[in-house]
């Protein structure tokens, strides 16, 4: 692999800003099934709060929110990306009588779609922001007192060190999963973004403001989904990889071969996840 270059403009690429993307963004849905109706009950959504949702994407998360939402309710379903708002649409359209209110925006620069909500969520998102502490800080001054949020974060160092020692042990064709998680925390380090943002987020709710903050950390099991998610990342990051000289082509078609090679069976996580609540 090569040495990897600064990358001089930050929001030069953001995973999940094209509609190719749903099908990555579907898996991950399913993934997450469990911390997200987790969050969601601890968040304890009544059906008329007005909830803003932060990079809803193509609408799995925005889905299990409406469930939870009556006729009084509404759901502000904000995203960068017009293509993933309209799959969104499609994706929640009859499962609620709740409101469905997509707006296109940058989320990391809070704006009038915040006002007067009761509960404002976002899931996979707070890592695509850069220097994201800041970024709650000007949350919290966004919000009205008593505001409930709810993240959920990924976490992809952490776990890093158990490969190193299961590949000295007999086991080396796992470092292809430890080379993926690498690879995906080089590439957010380089844009400018925070990919260690969830291992911190409880400590940096709280320096912004933040009551109540509650943080669980579970793993998330490399089964037979976690892989094709891995393999479909490599194909929607490939173009930039390459510009970036973090892996040439051929390097990720080598990765992806072995992705497919691993064996069947229970496999270490590759990576983990944050859920994190708070008030405001």
Known sequence: MTSTPPVSDAHD???????????????????FANVSEQLLDTIQLRPADRVVELGAGAGG???????????????????????LLDQAR??????????????????????????????VLGRT??????????WLGRLKTALRPGT??????????????????????????????????????????????SPEVGATLGWALRAAGFQQVHVEATECPTDATVIENLLLYYDEIRERYVQIGLM????????????RELPAGPLPAAWGIYQVSARA
Do not use: K, M
């Not at 998102?125 to 800041?134: G, Q």
């Open 13 to 31: 690429y953001v995973l999940g800003r094209n509609a190719a993307a749903a099908r990555r963004l579907a898996i991950q849905d399913a993934q």
């Open 125 to 134: 998102i707070v890592h695509h922001i850069p220097l994201a502490e800041s």
């Open 148 to 193: 409930r949020v709810g993240f959920i974060e990924p976490e992809f160092r952490t776990l890093l060190g158990r490969f190193s020692v299961l590949e000295a042990s007999g086991h080396p064709e796992l470092a292809v999963l430890r080379r993926w998680a690498e690879g995906i925390s080089r590439f957010y380090q380089a844009c400018g973004l």
């Open 248 to 259: 040439t082509s051929a390097e990720i078609d080598r990765e992806q071969r072995l992705l």
């Open 61 to 83: 998360f925005s889905r299990r929110i409406l469930r939870r939402l009556g006729p009084g309710g509404v759901l502000v379903a904000v995203d960068f990306t017009t293509g």
């Open 90 to 119: 499609e994706t929640v359209a009859g499962v609620s009588p709740a409101r469905f209110e997509p707006v296109v925006a940058d989320v990391s620069q809070p704006g009038p779609w915040l006002e007067n909500a009761d509960v």
